[in-house]
């Protein structure tokens, strides 16, 4: 599968957020975004999943994409009184699939029994994931998917997203954790100034990682009262 | 300002956002809302015996309802005991204080002591948040609405069914059909709740396919639920049989009207305008087609950069 985003914009009134951005992301290849908060990160996302509206124009081979998009979201949204069972139900039910046994497929060990708007921010983050994986989508945007999750669970996030790569899923990443894009993604693309004119490759990862510290805490700390 | 007075003016400000957001200018709803309130009682104690136990229970529920278990773990992290408390009771006096006029108003004393008593009790109720505890329903292969809605008001049925009982024993049919009514017409909140755009987005259908599937969910669901209360009040009145049916299918189609009127303004909640003309059609049955067609285009408007 493969996204074809050109001269995409996005304002928001007055406040021009993305600007002509062109992006390519092709089958079995992962994209990490990385960018300050605020850039437009989220906005990308949303535009690309058809949550927003914008300028220019996103293509896919497969259509209507948001379809077979799985959207995990940075901060996963969970109404009172639905179960983990229940909620990972809806999304089957919203694609027209059966749904599987969830106990037997439930890798991130959740009570799918309790509430999840209970549950804790990263076991709500793992909820989240399960259940776009178990759409049976061809391409994924992970907001943040290391969000509040615990080490064990990261370590298989990394793993899952090797296995949608595996299976070639086109991935799209954006996290403020540089070690799990260093280990996730074929490219990182720097989202700034409502761009992505900057794009790393693997073996240029370690460099990208120094430009940041030296930009951001050079910064930051110039101003700190101590 | 003192804690408790900074406090209650955020409050404030709260309410008068949400009635701004609502729609509704400021100034009228300051001077309509105690008119409706005291108005609508007026009419309780016209239209029924029971004026006293429904101000009751209203009064209770709006105070449950500032009771929840997130709202009071934020008052108790941020301030200490004391001020706790009396933040509590302040918000519970002043839920109580309409209900203390209204019911003052018409001398009945004993409610009153009643509910003045449970004002007190909640300040000191600990509510658990109940992370085990899961009432099962019927509906866990097409979540989401009737599950919420019966776990929300899953206590209010008993209720109904009581009156239902009562009305049977004492030969009052009016008596249980308004039980059933009320009963049946539960459902029509069930779908006040908006759901976040990620819940409509993940649909893999078009917006017209998913308010027909919305609309088969609710009246099946609907059936499930209210069916054997139905049958329960026909068999105790055989011969007022066609009421219990007239209602278990008016109340369907009022659930129709209110599942497509629900995203008419989405992701807003519906307009008052829209609001009102739901409840027009609703009284005038005629009007039903004309605005299940004008919701059903709106709502499709509305939800087609989703779907």
């Known amino acids: 599968m493969m996204i074809q985003i050109k001269n995409l914009s996005k304002s928001f009134g007055s406040k021009l957020v993305l600007q002509n951005l062109n992006l390519s992301i092709e089958e079995g290849v992962c994209i990490g975004i990385v960018g300050e908060n605020g850039a437009g990160k989220s906005t990308l996302f949303h535009c690309i999943a058809g949550i927003e509206n914008y300028n220019g124009s996103i293509e896919s081979d497969v259509k209507p994409l948001k379809n077979h998009l799985g959207f995990l979201n940075t901060d996963p949204y969970f109404l009172n009184k639905i179960t983990g069972r229940e909620y990972l139900q809806l999304l089957c039910n919203a694609r027209d699939l059966i749904a599987p046994d969830f106990d037997q497929k439930n890798f991130f060990e959740l009570p799918l029994d309790q509430y999840a708007s209970t549950y804790s921010t990263g076991m709500k983050k793992k909820l989240a994931l399960q259940g776009i994986l178990f759409q049976q989508n061809k391409a994924f945007i992970l907001d943040e998917p290391y969000n509040g999750i615990d080490i064990q669970s990261s370590m298989l996030v990394t793993e899952i997203i090797h296995r949608l790569k595996a299976a070639k899923n086109a991935v799209l990443i954006s996290s403020h954790i540089f070690s799990t894009l260093k280990e996730t993604c074929d490219i990182i693309y720097v989202l700034k100034n409502g761009n992505l004119d900057e794009c790393y490759l693997p073996e240029q990862f370690d460099q990208l990682e120094n430009e940041m510290k030296n930009f951001t805490i050079g910064k930051s700390l110039d101003s700190l009262p101590i | ?307």
């Not at chain 2, 249980?176 to 779908?191: N, Q």
């Not at chain 2, 409509?200 to 609710?218: D, G, M, R």
Request: charged share 10%; aromatic share 18%.
């Open chain 2, 1 to 307: 300002m003192n804690p408790i007075g900074h406090y209650l003016s955020l409050q404030w400000k709260l309410i008068q956002r949400q009635i701004i957001e609502f729609g509704i200018p400021l100034s009228i709803a300051l001077v309509g809302a105690p008119i409706l309130f005291f108005t609508l009682s007026m009419a309780i104690y016209y239209r029924t015996d029971y004026a006293g136990i429904i101000l009751i229970t209203l009064c209770f529920s709006w105070q449950l309802k500032i009771s929840n278990s997130k709202r009071i773990e934020f008052l108790k992290l941020h301030y200490k005991s004391s001020l706790f408390l009396k933040i509590r009771l302040i918000e519970n006096l002043l839920v109580f204080l309409p209900f203390f006029i209204v019911l003052a108003l018409h001398a009945n004393w004993l409610y009153l002591a009643i509910a003045f008593i449970l004002t007190i009790l909640l300040v000191f109720h600990k509510q658990r948040r109940l992370f085990h505890f899961r009432l099962p329903t019927p509906f866990h292969k097409k979540p989401f609405e009737f599950i919420i809605g019966f776990r929300t008001f899953y206590a209010f049925y008993p209720i109904c069914i009581a009156l239902l009982l009562i009305g049977y024993r004492v030969s009052n049919p009016n008596l249980a059909f308004v039980a059933l009514a009320l009963t049946s017409l539960s459902s029509l909140l069930f779908y006040q709740l908006l759901e976040p755009t990620f819940w409509i987005w993940i649909h893999s259908t078009n917006a017209k396919q998913f308010l027909s599937n919305k609309v088969k969910t609710a009246v099946f669901q609907h059936l499930i639920l209210f069916m054997p209360i139905t049958i329960i009040c026909v068999l105790l009145f055989p011969a007022h049989w066609y009421i219990g049916l007239a209602i278990l299918l008016l109340s369907a189609v009022y659930l129709s009207i209110t599942v497509i009127a629900k995203y008419a303004n989405y992701p807003n909640q519906i307009s008052v305008i829209d609001g009102i003309f739901v409840g027009i059609s609703m009284f005038i049955p005629l009007l039903m087609p004309f605005s299940f067609y004008y919701f059903l285009k709106k709502s499709r408007q509305q939800l087609a950069s989703l779907l």
